[in-house]
Nanobody, 122 residues
Framework: QVQLVESGGGLVQAGGSLRLSCAASGRALSSDAMGWFRQAPGKEREFVAAISWVGVITKYADSVKGRFTISRDSAKNTVNLQMNGLKFEDTAVYYC???????????????WGQGTQVTVSS
């Protein structure tokens, strides 16, 4: 089993920045991609970003391209999401995910964290 714990959420004004982090524990995520989903109030969960095991391949939702950057430290089993230029519509609970390749983790990840709240004030 894999446990994912997010940190770094909070309240920020529109145009500001936040950095989310996720630490994985349990079995080693050897060759597993990691990523982030989010769920806004009244909406379905949606894919945000994913990164391959060695960090070479990254994927982003169109809505965050150019503003968010995903990175990981495979030796430490951590993944980060740097969010710049935040907009009101980025307000959501952000979930760390892992499991499978970058395509799998972007569609149906195997493991989910508990989520961290990001609130952007307009």
């Amino acid at each position: 089993q894999v446990q994912l714990v997010e940190s770094g959420g909070g309240l920020v004004q529109a145009g500001g920045s936040l950095r989310l982090s996720c630490a994985a524990s349990g079995r080693a995520l050897s060759s597993d991609a990691m990523g982030w989903f989010r769920q806004a109030p009244g909406k379905e969960r949606e894919f945000v970003a994913a990164i391959s095991w060695v960090g070479v391949i990254t994927k982003y939702a169109d809505s965050v391209k150019g503003r968010f950057t995903i990175s990981r430290d495979s030796a430490k089993n951590t993944v980060n999401l740097q969010m710049n230029g935040l907009k009101f519509e980025d307000t959501a609970v952000y979930y760390c995910v892992a499991g499978g390749g970058t395509t799998t983790v972007a569609v149906q990840p195997l493991y989910w964290g508990q989520g961290t709240q990001v609130t952007v004030s307009s």
